[in-house]
């Protein structure tokens, strides 16, 4: 069995798209559960629609605490030797579930990834067209795990595309109260996992929010930040050899959250010193990487000298050229 947790908090506008992929995926063998966390709209009215016609549904109601006691909560009722997370707006291939399960019990792997695709945010299941190529894996163990997850090419660390073992969550749950909660997670569950395999088929498909820059920035966005500076102290004590990698990803991050802050107007003179100071101690890993975009090296070098010069220039670019 796999226990598919799906977070349901003001999802009802695209939460049947997303409930219609996941009960008619090719693999059965599901526990389906959908958490509310007392959400305003019918969400919950809409999973209890399907509940009565689908005996794998389950519906768990408690207070709104955020995304990562929504999960946590799903965690603890899982059934299934396995776990995957979806998020309520989003949806899913219909054999993506199948196919990462066949590459966990091939591979004896404990953490399995997808490929991800983006659709707009008006797009429908029947829109995407699965292009897949003749299926194939690659796995890692040791530091080569950590590598590749902390390159961020191959596989990224949003809880979601990804398939778990179980019980690797008895030692790790997500930090509630925290806004970008799989940054502080998912280096963890890398870490703890005997085998990562990451499969090329596309299976998740995530839904852009075109409204998401124009709602103003709140300072929980930061947490981003916090959550990729505890990543670094965990790396510099377990793989030494990786922390150029981990360095790169707290300037990653601070150019996101500049780029948010610059598109929502968003000016904080605290904020941007303790950003400067980022930027001075790891800005050199970022700017160095063959891996980062022209664009964020010269942001970087630029708030490494004034972080308002840098916010200024991410205030006149799209999301997509960073």
């Keep these: 069995m796999v226990s598919v947790v799906v977070p349901i908090y003001n999802t009802e506008k695209y939460l049947r798209q997303c409930i219609d992929t996941i009960i008619h995926q090719t693999y059965s063998d599901l526990q389906i559960i959908f958490v509310d966390g007392d959400s305003p709209d019918n969400s919950k009215k809409i999973c209890e629609e399907y509940a009565v016609k689908d005996s794998r549904i389950t519906v768990l109601c408690h207070e709104n605490e955020g995304l990562s006691a929504d999960r946590n909560v799903g965690i603890d009722i899982a059934k299934g030797e396995y776990i995957t997370f979806i998020d309520g707006d989003d949806f899913i291939a219909p054999d993506m579930i199948e196919n990462m399960l066949k590459a966990a019990q091939r591979e004896n792997a404990d953490m399995v990834a997808c490929q991800v695709i983006r659709c707009e945010e008006l797009d429908v299941p029947e829109t995407i067209k699965f292009v897949q190529s003749a299926f194939n894996s690659e796995s890692y163990t040791g530091n080569d795990k950590m590598r590749v997850f902390l390159q961020g090419e191959k596989i990224g660390t949003t809880a979601w595309a990804k398939l778990y073992r179980t019980s690797m969550f008895r030692e790790i749950k997500y930090p509630v109260g925290k806004n970008h909660e799989d940054v502080y997670t998912t280096y963890k569950l ?23 820059l124009s709602k103003g920035f709140s300072k929980t966005r930061l947490d981003s930040i916090r959550g990729n500076l505890e990543r670094v102290q965990f790396i510099e004590e377990e ?60 942001a970087a070098c630029i708030a490494k000298i004034d972080v308002k010069t840098a916010w200024m220039i991410f205030k006149s670019v799209h999301k997509k050229d960073i």
């Design 239 to 298: 793989y030494p050899d990786l922390v150029d990698e981990a360095y790169t990803g707290v300037i990653y991050s601070c150019n996101q959250c500049l780029m948010l802050m610059g598109k929502a107007g968003y000016q904080d003179t605290e904020t941007f010193e303790w950003m400067h100071g980022l930027y001075k101690k790891y800005g050199k890993y970022y700017i160095r990487s063959g891996r980062t975009s022209k664009l964020g090296k010269i």
């Design 190 to 212: 890398v870490h703890i996992a005997n085998k990562l395999c990451i499969i090329n088929s596309v299976g998740y498909i995530y839904r852009k929010n075109l409204s998401g």
